[in-house]
């Protein structure tokens, strides 16, 4: 069973376009982190988000507990935020990952 | 601050062969985590550490992996009899407190089978 769902698997956009990306949980879960990795690059952590709504520079999560999902907006997209964005829950203090979304944004 | 530190880069074996794998997390982390990254499976949970003791091994194949933490710095995934199907990037991630605590990755190792 996979534990993580994420949404969309890829999405292609102009550069200057918001970007939402959704992800669903198969338990309830207060431990939510969002990851970023370029291709060929290191696994990066953009936010934790347990719960609500948190913000760092253009990215915006916001994690509601009871309905079991997260999501992560990206404001204003540019070229350099192309890569996977990838989500994680904990279950019994194991992370588990979903399978991504592929961005790619274009100039 | 190097950050996660893992060797080697890149690991090429033979089939039956052991791999060992080295993690060093940043200094002053309690928590060492080791995943494995394929395109087939994504990223999956391996094990991990907290304080060097064994919190969760759950993501383990249960034979040939092990994984060690003989000191706080440093953590080793060894695999016995290597088999094609483990070729894959084995990455390790450190952080201050543990499971609730943002993740720091090292730049992974590639592992490949023959």
């Known amino acids: 069973e996979q534990q993580v769902q994420q949404s969309p698997a890829s999405l292609v956009l102009q550069e200057g376009e918001n970007a939402e990306l959704q992800c669903s949980f198969s338990i309830f879960t207060n431990q939510v982190q969002w990851f970023y990795q370029r291709p060929g690059g290191r696994l990066v952590s953009l936010l934790y988000n347990p719960s609500g709504t948190k913000q760092s520079g253009r990215l915006t999560s916001t994690t509601v507990i009871k309905e079991r999902r997260s999501s992560l907006h990206i404001s204003s997209s540019q070229i350099t935020d192309s890569g996977t964005y990838l989500c994680?829950?904990?279950?019994?203090?194991?992370?588990?990952f979903g399978a991504g979304t592929k961005l790619t944004v274009k100039p | 601050n190097a950050g996660v530190i893992q060797t080697p880069r890149h690991k090429v074996t033979g089939k039956g062969q052991e791999a060992t794998l080295w993690c060093e997390p940043i200094s002053g982390h309690s928590a060492v985590f080791w995943y494995r990254q394929t395109i087939v499976q994504g990223l999956e949970f391996l094990t991990y550490f907290r304080n060097q003791a064994p919190i969760d091994d759950s993501g383990m194949p249960k034979e040939r992996f092990s994984a060690q933490m003989p000191n706080q710095s440093h953590s080793t995934l060894k695999i016995q009899s290597t088999q094609p199907q483990d070729s894959a990037v084995y990455l390790c991630?450190?952080?201050?407190?543990?499971?609730?605590?943002?993740?720091?990755f090292g730049p992974g190792t590639r592992l490949l089978v023959l």
């Open positions: 991630a450190s952080s201050l407190l543990g499971g609730q605590d943002t993740q720091y």
């Open positions: 994680a829950m904990e279950d019994n203090n194991a992370p588990r």
